[in-house]
């Protein structure tokens, strides 16, 4: 073990019910990995703390008054590169997750997750791994579908498609075809490794690594990792 990975992960709790604010911090005070440095009653705070604190970790609830879950999300994503978002939600909360996807967020547990999944989440996070459950997956995807079902719908009517490759021409694809590389590449991806260990997998430099993930990316019109991860996965 590094001195690095003997360095706490230090962690902000975003939650509005003081009752599981309180109770995660209880538990990650516990682990000596682990170090609450800030907790959040609102997603305004949560964005405040993670400017101010510079967290490894913020466990973000969603439905937060204020600023929700996903507005934070966004803009700490966007200010914060290194800071990873764990999002906890509910299944009930498909649109939601689906926009929390979309803004960036590395992780996601459902609420009623035990408290081992919980912190092997933490630790997955600190590694550059991103968590996604099974059925939050399902869920996102099926989003994804409607999507993808609307848009062909709306260019079969003849609605205006920017990426159309001149005025009454044929249509671009929707995704461009992946090589064998990136395809193995984009297997890694989706087993929730970071690029360290991709290319260590592939006997690649890193540097190529992170290349292959952005054209993969730019191909497949993710906008994260994690949303690259759910487009790729088949019904």
Same mark, same amino acid.
């Given at each position: 073990m590094t001195t690095g990975d003997l360095t706490p992960i230090r962690i902000v709790i975003a939650e509005d019910q003081a009752v599981v604010r309180r109770g995660a911090a209880l538990l990650?005070?516990?682990?000596?990995?682990?170090?609450?440095v800030g907790q959040a009653r609102n997603g305004a705070e949560a964005v405040e703390l993670a400017q101010i604190l510079q967290p490894d970790v913020i466990l973000m609830d969603l439905h937060m008054p204020v600023k929700g879950g996903v507005a934070a999300t966004r803009e700490i994503t966007r200010a914060l590169p290194r800071t990873q978002i764990l999002v906890l939600t509910t299944l009930?909360?498909?649109?939601?997750?689906?926009?929390?996807?979309?803004?960036?967020?590395? !992780?996601?547990?459902?609420?009623?997750?035990?408290?081992?999944?919980?912190?092997?989440?933490?630790? &997955?996070?600190?590694?550059?791994?991103?968590?996604?459950?099974p059925q939050i997956a399902r869920k996102?995807?099926?989003?994804?579908?409607?999507?993808?079902?609307?848009?062909?719908?709306?260019? &079969?009517?003849?609605?205006?498609?920017?990426? !159309? !490759?001149?005025?009454?021409?044929?249509?671009?694809?929707? !995704?461009?075809?992946?090589?064998?590389?990136?395809?193995?590449?984009?297997?890694?991806?989706?087993?929730?490794?970071?690029?360290?260990?991709?290319?260590?997998?592939?006997?690649?430099?890193?540097?190529?690594?992170?290349?292959?993930?952005?054209?993969?990316?730019?191909?497949?019109h993710a906008s994260t990792r994690t949303e690259l991860a759910i487009r790729s996965r088949r019904p």
């Amino acid at each position: 073990m590094t001195t690095g990975d003997l360095t706490p992960i230090r962690i902000v709790i975003a939650e509005d019910q003081a009752v599981v604010r309180r109770g995660a911090a209880l538990l990650f005070s516990m682990e000596p990995d682990m170090e609450v440095v800030g907790q959040a009653r609102n997603g305004a705070e949560a964005v405040e703390l993670a400017q101010i604190l510079q967290p490894d970790v913020i466990l973000m609830d969603l439905h937060m008054p204020v600023k929700g879950g996903v507005a934070a999300t966004r803009e700490i994503t966007r200010a914060l590169p290194r800071t990873q978002i764990l999002v906890l939600t509910t299944l009930d909360d498909d649109e939601t997750v689906f926009e929390a996807v979309r803004a960036g967020a590395h !992780a996601y547990l459902l609420k009623d997750a035990d408290e081992e999944e919980l912190l092997e989440t933490v630790r &997955a996070l600190r590694r550059g791994e991103s968590r996604l459950t099974p059925q939050i997956a399902r869920k996102v995807m099926d989003q994804f579908r409607r999507l993808s079902a609307g848009h062909a719908e709306g260019v &079969a009517l003849g609605a205006p498609d920017a990426r !159309a !490759a001149s005025p009454g021409g044929p249509k671009a694809p929707i !995704a461009d075809a992946l090589t064998d590389k990136e395809e193995k590449v984009l297997e890694h991806i989706c087993a929730g490794q970071s690029n360290r260990q991709i290319a260590q997998a592939l006997f690649l430099a890193e540097g190529t690594v992170k290349n292959y993930v952005s054209r993969i990316m730019d191909k497949l019109h993710a906008s994260t990792r994690t949303e690259l991860a759910i487009r790729s996965r088949r019904p």
